[in-house]
C-alpha cells in the first residue's frame, strides 16, 4: 500500500557548524570539574574556574541504548585552551562491545583525533573540515582542540557499541597531545 504522504524530516542538521535541531536532540556539557584525572598537569588544573566549559555534546539518539542494529549521530564541538601543555580534549573511550565501529569528520577548526589500540599503542590524526576518520573494532579514541577557535566534529556510531570510560579513567592512553614550541606534540605518558 502507498502512503502519498510528503513529510518533513523531524531533525535537522546545519552543514557548517554541525547544530543539531528538532525532535529529541540530547544535548550535553562538560566542565573543568567534570574532567578530574582526564589531564595530565593536576596543578594547572586545579587553578582553572570548574564551571569553565571544555567541551558539549549534541547527539540524536533514536532507538534505546544497546539496540542491535540501530544507528546514533552526534556533534561534538570543544572549546580552544590548554591545561598546562595539554590540549582541552574529550575524556575518550573505547566501545563497551569493543569491536564495534565509529566514523568521525571534521566540521570546524583544526583538532587531532588520537587513537589507542588493545595494545596501548597510541597515534594519532590530524582533524580539519572534510576530514573523514575510520574508527576501528577495539580502538580507543578522543579528540583534542589544537586551534584558536572552537574545533567541532561530527560522528556516528552504531546503538549497541556503548561506552567504556573505566578502562582509559584507570589508566588513560599511553600518549599525551601536548603543545611544544607553538605544535602539537604526542610524547608517552
Ligand atoms: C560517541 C562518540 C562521541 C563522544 C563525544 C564526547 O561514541 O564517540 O559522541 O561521546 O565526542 O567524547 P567522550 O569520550 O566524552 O564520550
Ligand atoms: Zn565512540
Given at each position: 500500500m502507498m502512503h502519498n504522504s510528503i513529510s518533513e524530516p523531524s531533525q535537522s542538521l546545519q552543514?557548517?557548524?554541525g547544530y543539531l535541531q528538532g525532535e529529541g536532540i540530547m544535548n550535553s556539557e562538560k566542565r573543568i570539574k567534570h574532567?578530574?584525572?582526564?589531564?595530565?598537569?593536576d596543578d594547572a588544573f586545579n587553578k582553572l574556574d570548574l564551571e569553565k566549559l571544555v567541551y558539549k555534546v549534541q547527539a540524536h539518539l533514536?532507538?534505546?541504548?544497546?539496540?542491535?542494529?540501530g544507528l546514533y549521530f552526534g556533534t561534538t564541538t570543544i572549546q580552544p585552551g590548554k591545561i598546562g601543555k595539554e590540549y582541552f580534549m574529550t575524556r575518550g573511550h573505547f566501545h563497551a562491545n569493543a569491536d564495534r565501529a565509529e566514523y568521525y569528520w571534521g566540521v570546524q577548526g583544526d583538532g587531532m583525533l588520537i587513537l589507542m589500540d588493545s595494545n596501548r599503542c597510541t597515534w594519532a590524526e590530524r582533524m580539519f573540515p572534510g576530514s573523514l576518520h575510520y574508527i576501528g573494532s577495539f580502538i580507543a579514541h578522543r579528540v583534542a582542540n589544537t586551534g584558536k577557535t572552537p574545533l567541532i566534529f561530527g560522528a556516528c556510531w552504531i546503538s549497541d557499541a556503548g561506552h567504556n570510560y573505566e578502562e582509559i579513567a584507570s589508566n588513560g592512553f599511553s600518549g599525551r597531545l601536548v603543545e611544544i614550541e607553538g605544535k602539537p606534540k604526542l610524547v608517552e605518558g
Open positions: 552543514p557548517e557548524s574532567l578530574k584525572g582526564v589531564f595530565g598537569d533514536p532507538v534505546k541504548e544497546g539496540t542491535p542494529g
